[in-house]
């Protein structure tokens, strides 16, 4: 049953879901084990028992004021006292389910298993550790509102910009970290193009990067700025990423 509980988890994770809430990860595990669903929440609860599987991280403490470059400091997990297990039988499956892990009385696991869902191990730390760093990024100053408004108004490729459009290299100029989408035609590209400018004339480095080949020269024939792979950029190699947060790229965008 817990081997169904983690493969339900692991073909969810192969669509893009990190978290499934306890209803649909029950609903998936027993379809996985071919059992009854009642039969699956014991391995649920095994499983976060062990720590197999969990809803929040619980071996890092994030130091105060955590920015991007901020790791997570490991600190051992306390040891559950757990009394002998229960021995439940379901026709010919026996089922060995210890108690609910201690919760800190601060602490309301309910609520966040709610909102957040049920997880790998490994994909919650992950997951927290990207939040946590993106969470770096937005606190970053961008430029003064007052000084992007001034190159709006004054710049003509600019002035030709949509309202829309206008907003939003007014944000990603004036933002830490921001993020563009849209469907095709809706001028992406004529709000990067404006973008890049923007910062390049208010004296920002700027780079461009892609996950293709392909993208990497689009991007760059688009927007007037040689762009590269993303692994050309950060230096991959043999042993990993030439650039890491202690070697970071010498761009401030």
Request: with cysteine; aromatic share 2%.
């Amino acid at each position: 049953l817990q081997a169904a509980v983690q493969a339900a988890l692991l073909n969810a994770s192969q669509n893009g879901h990190t978290r499934q809430s306890r209803p649909v990860l029950t609903m998936a595990a027993a379809d996985v084990a071919e059992v009854e669903p009642e039969l699956i929440e014991d391995g649920i609860v095994q499983l976060l028992a062990a720590g197999s599987i969990a809803v929040r991280r619980t071996d890092a403490v994030l130091p105060a004021g955590g920015g991007a470059g901020a790791t997570a400091s490991p600190s051992p997990e306390p040891a559950l006292a757990l009394p002998p297990h229960t021995e439940q039988r379901a026709g010919r499956v026996r089922i060995y389910a210890p108690p609910e892990p201690t919760i800190p009385p601060h602490a309301d696991p309910n609520d966040d298993e709610a909102r957040l869902g049920i997880g790998l191990s490994g994909l919650v730390r992950s997951e927290e550790d990207l939040a946590r760093r993106l969470l770096g990024l937005a606190r970053r100053p961008g430029l003064p509102p007052d000084r992007v408004e001034r190159w709006l108004t004054a710049d003509q490729e600019a002035r030709a910009l949509s309202d829309e459009q206008r907003q939003a290299v007014a944000t990603a100029a004036t933002s830490g970290c921001f993020v563009l989408t849209g469907g095709p035609g809706v001028g992406k590209t004529t709000t990067t193009r404006a973008l890049v400018r923007c910062l390049k004339a208010l004296g920002r480095s700027v780079t461009l990067a892609a996950p293709t080949g392909k993208a990497a020269r689009r991007l760059g024939e688009v927007v007037g700025l040689e762009a590269r792979t993303l692994h050309r950029l950060l230096g991959a190699g043999p042993g990993g990423f030439r650039h890491r947060p202690d070697d970071p790229l010498p761009y401030e965008v």
